[in-house]
């Protein structure tokens, strides 16, 4: 087994998402107060941390949709973290509770961070880069439901240009050989071909069908 | 308001136990070689969705091509260029901001 390097590290190697994250938190805040007032906004972020589950949540209450469709859509934009936690669940040690709670450090950025890229992960790395994406998320959340118009717009700033751009670095040192290069680029079809008519999230989910290629005789 | 708190409670329950069923189930073991193939694609599969979504996700569904994709082609030439992690994400936001300034 590879060790682990420290969550200092982690936090380290995480900073480079921190001005995003924290915008994007920001803009939650923003867009969250005049549907849901000021304070479930920041406990949502709190309790819920998933950006991609509370906008698409969000999204549904502010279109006047009922409790029902909300969770849907954040249900399935979180479905993610399943496939993400079978693969990350056998390099978390401890028992059954210790490791459940270690599991709720699983945001994409950090799992995408902590891959060894092997199918093992780094504890230090997973919970060092979460703990400054939480960080990030709840002062922005905070930030963008006091301080609301003040602020400037993220997508003015491009920002909304830097996630696609975070996942593609890390996928290029991650898709390192034939079989992952040829699975990786199975997900992104898969994700494309849903996209126009599948509920939002689905097509993430949905492309995680193509680790079965890992089945094949190498 | 009663429909926010609903969604929040239900939502961060939900969360929390699939954040909590991978680990609890697969916990601390290691794994035979087929179950370690599959496990080890799911890290570049995952990414390369997530570009796709971040790239062109739409409010609902949908796809739509904007100046993200203009980011996202400057960070390819920086990491052509072997430029590091945060060269390549600055390099796409003055990209996609720059794009959507002029267009």
């Given amino acids: 087994m590879t060790q682990d ?25 923003v867009l969250a107060r ?21 906008f698409a949540a969000l999204s549904v209450l502010a279109a006047g949709g009922a409790a029902g469709a909300a969770i849907l859509a954040g249900v399935l934009m979180n479905a993610r ?25 699983i945001v994409d950025a950090s799992f995408a961070i902590a891959s060894r890229g092997d199918g093992s992960f780094d504890r230090g790395l997973l919970l060092g880069a979460t703990v400054v994406q939480g960080a990030a998320w709840w002062s922005g959340t905070v930030i963008g439901v006091v301080a609301g118009p003040i602020v400037a717009d993220p997508r003015a700033l491009g920002l909304d240009g830097i996630f696609p751009a975070f996942y593609l ?30 509920p939002v999230g689905l ?14 005789r190498a | 308001v009663t429909a926010v708190w609903i969604t ?8 929390v136990s699939m954040r909590a069923v991978g680990p609890v189930t697969f916990g601390n073991r290691r794994l035979s070689g087929r179950a370690a193939a599959v496990i080890g694609l799911v890290a570049p599969i995952l990414l390369a969705s997530l570009v796709v979504y971040e790239t062109f996700s739409a409010r609902g569904p949908g796809i739509e091509l904007d100046e993200r994709l203009a980011g996202l082609a400057a960070a390819g ?27």
């Fill in chain 1, 81 to 105: 973290w399943l496939p993400m936690g079978f693969a990350i669940g056998p390099s978390l040690p401890g028992r059954a509770p210790a490791r459940a709670a270690q599991g709720q450090a």
């Fill in chain 1, 5 to 29: 390097s420290g969550v200092r590290a982690g936090v380290r190697a995480g900073l480079p998402l921190a001005l995003p994250t924290l915008l994007l938190g920001v803009s939650f805040g």
């Fill in chain 2, 77 to 103: 030439v920086a990491l052509a260029l072997g430029r590091s992690m945060l060269v390549v994400v600055a390099v796409a936001a003055v990209a996609t901001a720059v794009t959507r300034a002029l267009v």
């Fill in chain 2, 8 to 15: 929040i409670a239900v939502l961060c329950v939900a969360t």
């Fill in chain 1, 203 to 216: 097509p993430i989910i949905a492309a995680s069908a193509a680790a079965l290629l890992g089945l094949r």
């Fill in chain 1, 169 to 198: 670095t890390l996928l290029v040192t991650e898709a390192r050989g034939r079989r992952a290069a040829v699975a990786a680029g199975a997900g992104a079809a898969i994700t494309l071909a849903l996209m126009p008519f599948a």
């Fill in chain 1, 34 to 54: 005049p549907v849901m007032g000021s304070v479930a906004p920041i406990l949502m972020s709190v309790l819920v941390f998933s950006g991609a589950a509370q």
